[in-house]
């Protein structure tokens, strides 16, 4: 099913917001949707919004390669994206990240072993002043998790494990 | 001193529209739409001082001064991507304060006779965006936005665009072309956005903070706004910091106030109580400053800051402290930039992959002095020879950190 026929109200919003002539200004938007269900943009999204905007499959692959954001490929339900940069090490990033996945039993870039999350390292995201601290993006978009310790995290994470079952 | 930008602090509910309105919200917009002419709201703006505040620090004012008035329509776009590792002002902002940061945008429309205008956020900013749209359409609901504002011809409507993860996205011609949905990569300059920008259209770019200055300057005048700071940096600045102090945070603070007073009076002192070592006044893209007596008492303004070889920029205030070691501090700060490079100029994207090799092997105790004399040698050959800023940037704490901690380097390296 195409973008349109499944968000056919969120696709006119989005499109309603850019010049007519103009209309590849909503690949970013466009692209965001596309992954929402899989967490990742397939092949056929890309097909799709390429013909949707009148460009072709390599310029929307282009987007989704140079921006952090977009995903080509499956990963847990949930990446916990962690901030590493120097401020947030300067307060214990590098340390948290290392625990966190001590305990977690796996790596970074590695996802646990229910499919449910994948730990990231990333760069900045704006929230120094709170480290540790890390984002999780996923079904429900991008939530900021700031002043974290390993504990709370992994209560947060028994939190999206019990709310995926409700859902399912 | 009550707030200027982070009014919020002072006044509850200030991100309500009734609370905003009746604290003189909108007031300034509806007086320049019904009573001042467009290019009066410039002059204001101009006679204020009000210097850009994303980091380079250019006279506000004079940018809108030079929209091609020839060329139709023209856009206004708020720089929301704040990706500077240091900087988390913007997002205080538009998250307790919309409605001043919003009216902001709206006075520059009217002033540049733009009837769209947009606000990129960087990707992560996903629930910032949600809550503007909704802040957005409750100024719609108002008649603060739409057609024929206050029975004026005046005509604006404000979009939210969300970025993807991108640093260079704060650069504003990466920022333009990401917006026409295109990868952010910068513009060759000139033509600057005011002739050409967004879809080849007059642009003006502004950070956050900026705009949020506009509406109390339209509000209480340009006397009243230069009263505060120093000659050269007129009014308030948000000074964010952040590192190794106790009480990080954002502090709205007159410029000039000094770099003692920031990290001692208001981020309550060092953790641990260790002495300062080093500061970054301008995160990540920052030279290092050696922090003693002199440089702690520095009053932090344009002009005063450069006189310790350093920017201001937008006065992200990262304190290092004697536990930390410099070697460590710019392979975080590579790491940053060789991630976040564009890829279109040769010397910046492979500058930073090789700069990257050499701080990882230098870090790791594996590396010799000629490995730091050679890093050394490739960021003074990144100087100069990019498109944007980022190229340049990513040379500063190198160039300085080798340069000013020399001792850092020779007991990092292998005798």
């Known amino acids: 099913m195409s973008l349109a026929q499944k968000y056919p109200n969120e696709v006119n919003q989005i499109m309603a917001k850019y010049p007519p002539e103009h209309k590849r200004s909503a690949v970013m938007p466009l692209l965001y949707l596309a992954q929402r269900e899989e967490g990742y943009v397939t092949k056929d999204a890309l097909k799709d919004i390429a013909q949707m905007l009148d460009i072709t499959e390599t310029d929307v692959a282009s987007i989704v390669g140079f921006y952090s954001l977009y995903h080509d490929h499956k990963a847990g339900k949930y990446r916990m994206q962690v901030c590493t940069d120097l401020p947030c090490a300067l307060r214990g990033a590098d340390k948290f990240l290392a625990d966190l996945c001590g305990n977690l039993g796996i790596q970074v870039g590695e996802t646990t072993a229910d499919g449910l999350i994948t730990i990231e390292a990333v760069t900045c995201l704006a929230a120094c002043d709170k480290a540790p601290m890390f984002q999780t993006q996923g079904p429900d978009g991008i939530k900021y998790h700031e002043n974290m310790t390993v504990d709370k995290t992994l209560e947060l994470i028994e939190a999206l494990k019990s709310a995926g079952k409700e859902v399912k | ?415």
């Open chain 2, 1 to 415: 001193m009550a707030h200027v930008l982070l009014r919020h602090r002072d006044i509850p509910n200030l991100n309500q529209l009734d609370v905003y309105q009746k604290n003189g919200g909108f007031e300034a917009f509806q007086k320049a739409v019904t009573a001042m002419k467009p290019n009066e709201v410039t002059d204001v703006v101009k006679a204020s001082g009000l210097r850009g505040r994303g980091g380079a620090g250019f006279p506000t004012g004079m940018k809108w001064s030079f929209i091609d008035n020839k060329n139709w329509p023209h856009y206004v776009v708020a720089n929301a991507d704040e990706s500077e590792p240091g900087t988390f002002k913007d997002r205080e902002i538009m998250e307790s304060n919309p409605f001043q940061f919003l009216e902001g945008l709206a006075l520059a429309s009217y002033a540049v006779g733009a009837n769209a205008a947009y606000i990129y956020l960087r990707g992560e900013f996903w629930q910032v965006a949600a809550l503007l749209d909704e802040k957005i359409a409750d100024m719609e609901k108002a008649g603060l936005l739409g057609e024929k504002l206050f029975g004026s011809d005046y005509s604006l409507k404000i979009y939210t665009h969300l970025g993807a993860g991108a640093y260079i996205c704060g650069e504003e011609t990466a920022l333009l072309e990401s917006i026409e949905g295109k990868r952010g990569q910068p513009r060759i300059r000139p033509p600057f956005p005011p002739a050409y920008g967004l879809y080849g259209k007059p642009t003006i770019v502004n950070n956050v903070e900026t705009f949020t200055n506009v509406p109390l300057i339209l509000a209480y005048g340009a006397e009243w706004y230069k009263s505060m700071g120093t000659p050269d940096s007129a009014g308030v600045k948000i000074f964010s910091l952040s590192g190794r102090v106790k009480k990080p945070g954002n502090y709205e603070l007159p410029f000039g106030t000094t770099f003692r007073e920031l990290v001692y009076n208001y981020g309550g002192g060092i953790l641990d109580d260790r002495p300062v070592k080093a500061i970054m006044p301008a995160g990540a893209s920052s030279s290092l400053i050696v922090v003693d007596d002199k440089a702690l008492d520095t009053p932090m303004d344009y002009a005063s800051v450069r006189t310790l070889g350093a920017d201001l920029g937008s006065a992200s205030v990262i304190v290092i402290d004697d536990t930390v070691s410099i070697d460590w501090v710019i392979n975080k700060t590579i790491h940053f930039f060789k991630h976040e490079s564009c890829g279109k100029c040769t010397p910046c994207r492979e500058g930073n992959h090789w700069m990257l090799h050499l701080t990882e092997r230098i870090h790791s105790g594996e590396g010799s002095q000629n490995d730091v004399s050679l890093l050394l040698n490739v960021a003074k050959q990144m100087q100069g020879k990019c498109l944007c800023a980022l190229g340049e940037f990513a040379t500063m704490a190198v160039v300085t950190g080798i340069e000013r901690f020399p001792q850092d380097f020779q007991k990092a390296v292998k005798a």
